[in-house]
C-alpha cells in the first residue's frame, strides 16, 4: 500500500496497511492519537514524550498541529472506536473473568 504524507516535512503519513491507516509519525509505530494522550490526559510535555520514546521534537510538534488542524474529524473517528471497542467487549465477554469469578 502507499503511503500518503498528511503534514508538514513529511513527519505524520497514514497508510491502510499500518495501525489501520491511522495517521502516525514516519517510520515509527507511534499514532497521533498516542501523541495527543501523552500530552493532554498524562499532561507529559513534548520533551518528556522526545525523551520517551526516542522522537524529535519536530515529531511531536507536528503531531499536535496535525490533531488541532483535525480534531473534530479525529474525535468523531476515536469516538467511533470506542463504541466499537465497548460493542465488543458486551458481545464477547472476558473468558478470564469469568475464570477468576469462578463461573467457568
Excluded: C
Excluded at 47 to 74: G, P, T
Amino acid at each position: 500500500m502507499s503511503t500518503a504524507t498528511l503534514s508538514i516535512g513529511n513527519r505524520i503519513v497514514a497508510d491502510e496497511g499500518i495501525l489501520g491507516g491511522q495517521p502516525h509519525i514516519a517510520h515509527r509505530r507511534i499514532r497521533v492519537k498516542d501523541i495527543v494522550q501523552w500530552y493532554d490526559l498524562l499532561k507529559m510535555d513534548a520533551d518528556e514524550i522526545a525523551a520517551a520514546y526516542d522522537l524529535e521534537l519536530a515529531d511531536i510538534f507536528a503531531a499536535l498541529a496535525y490533531y488541532y488542524h483535525n480534531r473534530v474529524s479525529l474525535q468523531q473517528i476515536w469516538a467511533q472506536e470506542e463504541l466499537l471497542v465497548d460493542e465488543l467487549r458486551r458481545s464477547m465477554p472476558s473468558k478470564i473473568k469469568r475464570i477468576v469469578d469462578g463461573s467457568n
